[in-house]
């Protein structure tokens, strides 16, 4: 895969071969991404060292620092459905402009550039957690306070290669600048909509807020299995190959696609109330 997405992105025509090479390979991101996924549970494999090290390569393409995932990823477990994670509700205390603004933000894109740049911010300015900016924004302030001084230096070793890495790339012309700019805005598109469509609509309950989703064989192996969410959350420890066949037991809950196409109409009211945070464990 990392072959495929260097060597072939370096034609500046935009052949109609082309552009659906390019759309093929935001998909193919994903399965990149779920690797990363994996490795931030400790899953990618079972030594340390080489689980360490798919984290570090997958990142390099999402691109983002590994043990700056391992730690946002471990609060999402501890946070779903609760206040700081539930952009599909409106409730009594919200305004509602703004959170059709963040709705539909993630279903445009703009989640994964936000990953992107709060990466870099967080390798350049440690502290900017703690900028009134970000105290405001409940759900960043959350995902980032469980940071650890030890965390710091291998964030900013990790976000120093990949910069050098992508400006390597960048200046030797192995890749065309234009070709990777519609790749990750359509992977982009794909990712924002993929990290909230097993949760959207489901009950306020941490471990429970996940849906099992129906789709195609080929988009589970796209996925590594990511659409039986529910199983996933229940049992985190588990590598993607079992979540299959765990999900099929319990069966899944509605259609990917429907699910999809129902997000597009909105975040909903709701005077249900949010569950409270589990304690959070940084590996599963």
């Known amino acids: ?17 082309t552009i659906v090479c390019l759309v093929a390979l935001s998909f193919l991101l994903l399965t990149n991404y779920a690797l ?30 590994f043990t700056l995932v391992q730690v946002t990823h471990s609060k ?8 700081y994670e539930s952009f599909d509700l409106i409730s009594k205390s919200d305004h509602r402009m703004v959170k059709y603004f963040q709705w539909y933000s993630i279903l445009l894109g703009f989640f994964w550039p936000s990953a992107v740049l709060g990466n870099l911010l967080v390798a350049f300015f440690p502290n900017a957690r ?20 030890s965390d710091i230096p ?13 400006s390597l790339i960048f200046y030797i ?8 700019f519609i790749l990750y805005f359509l992977f982009g598109i794909n990712w924002s909509t993929r ?5 959207a609509y489901t009950e306020r309950k941490v471990i429970e807020g996940a849906f099992n989703l129906k789709t195609s064989r080929w988009h589970e192996l796209l996925l590594l299995n990511g659409n039986w969410d529910r199983e996933h959350h229940e049992y985190p420890e588990f590598p993607w190959i079992f979540l299959s066949k765990l999900g099929k037991k319990r069966k899944a809950d509605r259609s990917y696609l429907k699910q999809y196409l129902k997000m597009w109409l909105g975040p909903i009211s709701t005077d249900e109330a949010p569950p409270l945070p589990l304690p959070v464990h940084r590996n599963f």
Not at 41 to 65: E, T, V
Not at 195 to 199: D, K, L, M, R, W
């Open 1 to 17: 895969m990392y072959f495929v997405t260097f060597f072939y992105i370096k034609d500046s025509s935009f052949s109609p071969q």
């Open 36 to 65: 990363l996924h994996e490795a931030a549970h400790g899953n990618f494999h079972k030594n340390p060292r080489l689980n360490y090290l798919g984290g570090i390569l997958s990142g390099f393409l999402f691109p983002i620092s």
């Open 76 to 83: 999402h477990h501890a946070y779903n459905r609760t206040i």
């Open 130 to 149: 703690n900028w009134k900016i970000f105290q405001n924004r409940l759900s960043t302030k959350v995902m980032l306070e469980d940071l650890q001084p």
């Open 154 to 166: 291998k964030i900013r070793w990790e976000t120093a290669g990949i910069l050098i890495l992508w």
């Open 173 to 180: 012309g192995l890749m065309e600048p234009m070709a990777i």
């Open 195 to 199: 990290q909230y469509i097993t949760h």
